[in-house]
Antibody, heavy 127, light 106 residues
């Protein structure tokens, strides 16, 4: 069973929104977290945020706060990344990755240990 | 945010060589470093976690070391399938951040 399966490529206009899905196993949803990482063409890797589905608790990178929404549907064990107000520079491959969730002093976070990655979803922002 | 740097940015090596990539963090991060391999057009694969632990299924020719701010990834006995780009990444504090990558040409 493939651990993480993402939705297909998208082409979007500037200013619009995109929603990418990541289908995970029930074990991942119960015992792990899911993070989203993107990679612009020829560039490095950038974390957008993550979710611990069983709670759910969501953490976002400050850079994307207010423009990104990460959700999880426990009934279908699918996580979603929605990015609003798209710009040309949002053109990238978006990956979901199985992460580790932890709680400390009643605050829960995704750790950033990306054990397994989805195949990636290319989002192209073009006019 | 913690900044991660890597050197070299690229290297060429031959099959059988020993290759070493270094990674430096902008502040002490204990051993909270992971290393990923990425082949062209593919998703990254975790090879080393917690600075020196070999991910399940990864060949033992891969090894990692370091703590604090300086880390290394070594590949002993380079194989043709080891070509690609290697990224270090810190999970010490949020947001997790990545190095710019080191491209290994075999």
């Amino acid at each position: 069973q493939v651990p993480l399966v993402q939705s297909g490529a998208e082409v979007k206009r500037p200013g619009s929104s995109v929603k990418v899905s990541c289908k995970a196993s029930r074990d991942t949803f119960t015992n792990s977290a899911i993070s989203w990482v993107r990679q612009a063409p020829g560039q490095g890797l950038e974390w957008l945020g993550g979710i611990i589905p069983i709670f759910p608790v969501v953490n976002y990178a400050q850079k994307f706060q207010g423009r990104v929404t990460i959700t999880a549907d426990k009934s279908t064990t699918t996580a979603y990344l929605e990015l609003d107000s798209l710009k040309f520079e949002d053109t990238a491959v978006y990956y979901c990755a199985r992460d580790v969730g932890y709680c400390k002093n009643d605050n829960c976070h995704t750790k950033g240990d990306f054990e397994v990655w989805g195949q990636g979803t290319l989002v192209t922002v073009s006019s | 945010d913690i900044q991660m740097t890597q050197s070299p940015s690229s290297l060429s090596a031959s099959v059988g060589d020993r290759v070493t990539i270094t990674c430096r963090a902008s502040q002490s991060i204990s051993t909270s470093v992971n290393w990923y391999q990425q082949r062209p057009g593919k998703a990254p694969i975790l090879v080393i976690y917690a600075a020196s632990s070999l991910q399940s299924g990864v060949p033992p020719r891969f090894s990692g070391s370091g703590s604090g701010t300086d880390f290394t990834l070594s590949i002993s006995g380079l194989q043709p399938e080891d070509f690609g780009t290697y990224f270090c990444q810190q999970s010490y504090s949020s947001p997790p951040t990545f190095g710019p990558g080191t491209t290994v040409d075999v």
